[in-house]
């Protein structure tokens, strides 16, 4: 198929997570994305192990970088900015995460680049803001955004999503941002220099967690696997392991108790609707979960799903992986009009070809094979 990229030519300076993940959503959907790396050793994800594949590559490294070529140049060797310069005026986006007034030192500032080149655009990921030169590391923004006074048991120390979401998030964010933004290229109405902040994306992950605040002007609090707004949704242990049920409405709140066989709580006036359970919270949560200690989870599910209530059981990763594509080289294959054309390179596999032909290296058929 034809993706609906191909041909856009993204310019990816960053490294860790953000930056990467955005340009590889990129280089899904079909566009050039080249990586330049700094020399000797590259992205800094690329020694984030164990663990490593046969070849030596990091995983946290593979994660993120397929469908990209990869070229090592220094900014500070004037023939390597030159190589910059020049990949820079043919480039449709250049995305890079520096700290403020690097690239400026180098010649190689956005305002410079976008004032020579009218059809560029810029996206800078912060950690904290175009003001800021503070690092930006996903641990402390969850620290900083609220997630982790949110996270963890109610009694228990504040903790830390399970993942690098803060980066995620903004990973995504750019990428919908460039992707307003070359549209609206074409229609003259794009912002060129594109600003991605990790604690706005965050922040604002927070929805109806900061719009609870807001409302009330009381802090938000630990809920552990429960929720602050719906009763029951939380995680319930059956007799071997444990499962998750999630009731988003009344009517799905009496079919949980018909599947359950708690008729008490079926008849119960007091809970016909989310408000009232939500007042009544501990008298439901501790009848549901006494019943369902009493069978397997398969049991429940089979009831519960019938009864077309959502449900789920708490899945390891490797278990979880086997509902989708997944390779150890590539990762786990996107969605939409996307694809996995080749894997993430070796550091500077492509240099050569790079300096010789540019941007034109992208034609060859062969462009990806690690050289």
């Known amino acids: 198929m034809t993706l609906p990229l191909k041909n856009i030519r993204i310019l990816d300076l960053s490294r860790v997570l953000a930056g990467p993940l955005a340009s590889m959503i990129l280089g899904d959907l079909g566009a050039d994305v ?28 593979l994660s993120v970088n397929r469908n990209k070529l990869s070229a090592a140049a220094d900014l500070s060797d004037p023939r390597d900015r030159e190589l910059l310069a020049s990949l820079i005026a043919d480039a449709d986006v250049v995305l890079e995460n520096f700290r403020p007034g690097t690239m400026e030192r180098h010649g190689l500032g956005p305002a410079t680049m976008l004032a020579a080149h009218p059809r560029l655009l810029w996206c800078t990921i912060t950690g904290f803001g ?51 933004a070359l549209v609206g290229r074409e229609r003259a109405q794009a912002e060129r220099h594109l600003w991605v902040s990790l604690l706005h994306s965050a922040t604002a992950a927070l929805v109806n967690v900061a719009q609870n605040a807001l409302v009330t002007g009381q802090d938000a609090v630990r809920w552990g696997n429960a929720h602050p707004n719906l009763v029951p949704y939380q995680v319930f242990e059956a007799s071997d392991r444990p499962l998750v049920i999630a009731v988003g409405n009344d009517a799905q709140f009496a079919a949980c108790a018909s599947a359950l066989e ?17 007042m009544n919270r501990g008298r439901v949560v501790a009848a549901i979960a006494a019943r369902v200690r009493s069978a397997s989870a398969a049991t429940w599910m089979q009831a519960l799903e019938r009864a077309g209530v959502p449900c789920g059981v708490v899945k390891p ?3 979880a992986l086997r509902a989708v594509e997944g390779s150890a080289l590539t990762g786990v294959a996107p969605q939409g009009p996307a694809a996995v054309r080749y894997p993430p390179p070796r550091l500077d596999a492509h240099g050569q070809l790079i300096r010789a032909q540019g941007w034109g290296a992208f034609a060859r058929e062969d462009a990806a094979t690690d050289v």
Do not use: C, H
């Not at 990586?35 to 690329?46: F, H």
């Not at 708690?262 to 939500?278: E, F, P």
């Open 317 to 319: 990763v490797l278990e």
């Open 262 to 278: 708690l008729g008490d709580l079926a008849a119960d006036a007091a809970l016909a609707t989310n408000a009232g359970r939500v």
């Open 34 to 61: 080249l990586k330049i790396e700094r020399p000797g050793g590259g992205d800094d994800t690329r020694g984030w192990g164990p663990p490593f594949d046969a070849r030596g590559e990091s995983a946290y490294f």
């Open 130 to 180: 175009p003001d800021s030169a503070r690092p930006g590391y996903d641990f402390v923004v969850q620290a900083e955004s609220g997630w982790m006074a949110i996270t963890g048991e109610p009694s228990g120390a504040p903790m830390k999503v399970g993942v690098a979401l803060a980066d995620v998030l903004a990973g995504k964010d750019a990428a919908i941002q460039i992707l307003a």
